[in-house]
């Protein structure tokens, strides 16, 4: 099984700093920002394994960035990354019930 090196961009750094903010600071929830940095940190993990063996996306966007998407095991969460090599660079971090595709550098 290949194995992946896992890197963050300063975009996915941001996003996930702003998410946990809103939930600490906004939502009042200390305890579901907690859990929101552990599944983070399980699906990090899961991609140094996995990150070659996720299916191509479907949307066209996504493609012609040749970004893929993992969704967080429990929370409405999922990152975009891209692969170069033996690396695999997180590039974003959104909520499932965002429209992400407008939200693209």
């Known amino acids: 099984m290949k194995s992946y090196k896992v890197r963050m961009s300063p975009r996915a750094r941001a996003d996930l700093k702003n998410r946990i903010s809103y939930l ?3 939502k009042k929830n200390p305890q ?3 859990g929101v940095m552990d599944d983070f940190h399980k699906t990090r993990a899961m991609l140094e394994s996995i990150a070659g063996s996720i299916k191509e996306p ?3 966007i996504l ?4 970004l893929k998407r993992i969704n967080f095991r429990e929370h409405d969460y999922f990152i ?3 692969i170069d090599g033996n690396t695999v660079m997180i590039m ?3 909520h499932a019930l965002e429209n992400f595709e407008t939200k693209l550098d």
């Open 24 to 26: 600490v600071n906004i």
């Open 32 to 34: 579901a920002a907690a």
């Open 58 to 60: 479907d949307s066209e």
């Open 63 to 66: 493609k012609s960035r040749k």
């Open 80 to 82: 975009l990354y891209r």
């Open 92 to 94: 974003n971090i959104f």
